[in-house]
T-cell receptor, first 113, second 114 residues
Framework: KAGVTQTPRYLIKTRGQQVTLSCSPI?????VSWYQQTPGQGLQFLFE???????NKGNFPGRFSGRQFSNSRSEMNVSTLELGDSALYLC????????????FGQGTRLTVV | AQSVTQLGSHVSVSEGALVLLRCNYS??????LFWYVQYPNQGLQLLLK??????LVKGINGFEAEFKKSETSFHLTKPSAHMSDAAEYFC????????????FGKGTMLLVSP
């Protein structure tokens, strides 16, 4: 079956702009989580959505937001981009109810110039 | 809150040598533990996981890890390294809470020389 799909794979944006990243989970997976990966901070949890509701949120400013649609697809948005937002953004999907395994997409590489 | 410490940002081994990547965790409740591998410009792929039961866990590509509660460790091993094992490895912990939130270590880059 198809894996987690993230689009686009690469993005270049200018400081001050906003960006929207998309994640389509594995069919049947209703939980979607987002992570930011940078060389300095490593992998950091952004937020998790289940059934269109944010269940958990990491320690990121309000410029980072997300949502989940009824088909479990998720988007994350970053407004007023800063140079420090340059990172690989990873989406993971998993089954509901217990932590069995999180399946990761290939990520979106965001570069802010 | 839980945390993960991976000792050594880089580990170098020769092809055919034992691979040992160290991971220690802290958690206020019994954790779920994971090892993921990441190849350049790729996402994360699960190698193995410990949830409950047997403390020695076997994963893909010949890797295994042992959960040692007394040492709060979950070290990753492979008896014989292959060139294709060169990648970055991440240890992660999650609470037994039903949430799918992972806390990752900083990662260990495995370098394999011929």
């Amino acid at each position: 079956k198809a894996g987690v799909t993230q689009t686009p794979r690469y993005l270049i944006k200018t400081r001050g702009q906003q960006v929207t990243l998309s994640c389509s989970p594995i069919s049947g997976h209703r939980s979607v989580s987002w992570y930011q990966q940078t060389p300095g901070q490593g992998l950091q949890f952004l937020f998790e959505y289940f059934s269109e509701t944010q269940r958990n949120k990491g320690n990121f400013p309000g410029r980072f937001s997300g949502r989940q649609f009824s088909n479990s697809r998720s988007e994350m948005n970053v407004s007023t981009l800063e140079l420090g937002d340059s990172a690989l953004y990873l989406c993971a999907s998993s089954l509901v109810g217990e932590i069995t395994e999180a399946f990761f997409g290939q990520g979106t590489r965001l570069t802010v110039v | 809150a839980q945390s993960v410490t991976q000792l050594g940002s880089h580990v170098s081994v020769s092809e055919g040598a034992l691979v040992l990547l160290r991971c220690n965790y802290s958690s206020s409740v019994p954790p779920y533990l994971f090892w993921y591998v990441q190849y350049p410009n790729q996402g994360l792929q699960l190698l193995l996981k410990y949830t409950t039961g047997a403390t020695l866990v076997k994963g893909i590509n010949g890797f295994e890890a042992e959960f040692k509660k007394s040492e709060t460790s979950f070290h990753l091993t492979k008896p014989s390294a292959h060139m294709s094992d060169a990648a970055e490895y991440f240890c992660a912990v999650s609470l037994n809470s039903g949430y799918s939130t992972l806390t990752f270590g900083k990662g260990t880059m495995l370098l394999v020389s011929p």
